[in-house]
């Protein structure tokens, strides 16, 4: 794990991110970060909060949330990500993977669709 490596700042347009001040190649793990699973009775509340824009859909039917500790929720989308996030819903934790070669001083992303091929809009590009 990169965690020493990884730092929050501003992204532009995006609010927080994720950085790195080392190169990171195509395949390394970058971070196992624990979540909060949320029971679903109240997954209506965090709907209607300000960590309605942080939380994970988790469990095989996706009825729970969770709530990824570490860096997890500030990893900003992109439809193009150099990182791909895995869920482990038994242990309770996400793996961050880069999937391409990151320069350092560049911002680490995950496509909010899981998939990092899937080009769907997401709720926020949705809105626009």
Do not use: R
Request: proline letters at 5%.
């Amino acid at each position: 794990m990169l965690l020493g490596s990884l730092h929050i700042m501003q992204s532009p347009g995006k609010g927080k991110g994720i950085f790195t001040t080392e190169a990171i190649e195509a395949g390394t793990l970058v971070e196992i970060a624990p979540v909060i699973v949320l029971p679903e009775k109240d997954c209506a509340l965090i709907d209607q909060s300000f960590l309605y824009n942080y939380y994970f859909l988790w469990g095989d039917k996706h009825k729970n949330y969770a709530i990824c500790l570490g860096y997890g929720s500030i990893y900003n989308h992109s439809y193009a990500p150099n990182c791909i996030y895995e869920t482990y819903y038994d242990d309770e934790v996400i793996h961050f993977i880069a999937i391409k070669d990151i320069a350092a001083g560049e911002e680490l992303t995950v496509n909010y669709n899981h998939d990092p091929d899937d080009q769907k809009p997401v709720w926020f590009d949705k809105k626009n």
